[in-house]
């Protein structure tokens, strides 16, 4: 059985705890470090931490000392998971990468350098391929960073790849996003703002839905150093909703040439198979999309369902025609499962698999 020590970076924070409870009994990864900032370094990690999840904080995390993110307090590991403030992602992971260590990091920091995959792994673990490049141009054998994307970018990215398999390419598409407010990390938002309210801006956020889609749903180029970016042209508007996680966006999609009935859609969604399935990873979903049919009319709903499939899946429902484009649904995704932790754990689980990690 393949077998790696990993640290978590920004171990204390909201993303940091999820990877927590996703790995404490992971087969293949064993967490073996935890990094924070410096107010956190030297304490026990359950004094350092405000654990806010609703499964109990792991043991075997409880007592350990929480290290400063210095890539040397970390040569033990093969693999670090980052969640750590883009403010500071950006300078340690880079170190991290320099002392040879491959980083998986949720920070939005990497996500445009072009020869940094940008994976959702249940839709382009094929990106993946370009770390052999991204290595050799750092003259590093270990050393790497992978990014996966902003979360509410993971709702939009799954059905589409389905869709642009099934029918060809998007030409244009319209999300509308209801966001849990753990998106904003802890204290986040506000209960004078949040409570009895929808906060109508979330900074960065649409333009990050408008990129980020183009780049995970383009295509490693020729020589597979970079990546071609797909031309669908995608218009985003982000909410702020009274939801602690579970990001339910509602998308229009105008395809460029196909103009397929609910039905076929409805068929393509179910029938859509990634390569972590095939692969037969730990963490992969056994359905990557969860389709509700008009039987469930008013599903997906963040409670009731972000937990399909431990959070890998993504769940849609309200699949019908539309007058301006061609079809319509609602998507939604667990952020801080396949929107963050959880997406970092299975792209490495597929880097693994194929060899790169
Ligand atoms: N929440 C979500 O749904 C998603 C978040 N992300 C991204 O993941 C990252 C983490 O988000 P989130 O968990 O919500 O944020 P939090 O604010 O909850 O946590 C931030 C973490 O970064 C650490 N940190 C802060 N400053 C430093 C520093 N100077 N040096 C080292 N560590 C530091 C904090 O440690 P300490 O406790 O010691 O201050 C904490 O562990 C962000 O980049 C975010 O944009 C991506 C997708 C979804
Ligand atoms: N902006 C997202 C969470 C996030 O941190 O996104 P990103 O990783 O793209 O910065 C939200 O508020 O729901």
Redesign the pocket.
């Known amino acids: 059985m393949v077998f790696r020590k990993v640290g978590v970076?920004?171990?204390?924070?909201?993303?940091?705890q999820r990877f927590l409870t996703l790995l404490a009994d992971h087969p293949n990864f064993e967490i073996a470090a935890l990094?924070?900032?410096?107010?956190?370094a030297g304490k026990a990690y359950k004094e350092?931490t405000k654990w806010k999840q609703s499964a109990p904080m792991p043991k075997k995390v409880a007592d350990m000392i929480v290290k400063p993110?210095d890539a040397k307090e970390f040569t033990h590991c093969d693999i670090v998971f980052s969640?750590?403030?883009?403010?500071?992602?950006g300078e340690?992971e880079k170190n991290f990468r320099d002392a040879n260590i491959a980083v998986l990091s949720?920070?939005?920091n990497y996500r445009r350098t072009p020869n940094v995959p940008l994976v959702v792994p249940t839709v382009n673990t094929d990106h993946l391929d370009v770390l052999n490049s991204q290595r050799k141009e750092s003259n590093l054998d270990r050393g790497c960073i992978v990014t996966n994307s902003?979360?509410s970018t993971a709702a939009v990215v799954v059905p589409l790849k389905a869709l642009q398999d099934a029918f060809g390419p998007i030409d244009k598409v319209s999300v509308v996003s209801m966001q849990a407010i753990?998106?904003?990390?802890?204290p986040g938002v506000s209960s004078l703002d949040m409570l009895d309210n929808v906060v109508p801006y979330i900074s960065g956020e649409e333009d990050k839905i408008e990129w980020e889609t183009r780049k995970i749903l383009g295509s490693v180029n020729e020589n597979a150093s970079s990546f071609e970016l797909n031309n669908t042209v995608v218009s985003a508007q982000c909410n702020r909703v009274p939801v602690i996680d579970g990001h339910l966006m509602c998308i229009s999609v105008k395809f460029a040439k196909a103009n397929p009935s609910v039905s076929e859609v409805h068929k393509a969604l179910v029938n859509y198979v990634c390569e972590a399935q095939k692969l037969e990873c730990h963490s992969a979903p056994k359905q990557a999309i969860v389709v509700f049919d008009e039987s469930c009319p008013d599903r997906p709903q963040p409670r009731l369902d972000r937990e399909n499939q431990n959070g890998y899946a993504v769940s849609v429902g309200r699949i019908r025609s539309d007058s301006i484009f061609d079809v319509k649904f609602v998507s939604l995704v667990h952020?801080?499962v396949l929107?963050?932790a959880g997406a970092g754990i299975l792209n490495a689980e597929v880097a693994v698999k194929k060899g790169l990690l």
């Open positions: 970076l920004g171990a204390t924070g909201t993303v940091g990094g924070a900032s410096a107010r956190s350092a993110c969640g750590l403030d883009s403010d500071y992602a340690i949720n920070a939005k902003n979360c753990s998106g904003a990390g802890y952020n801080t929107g963050a």
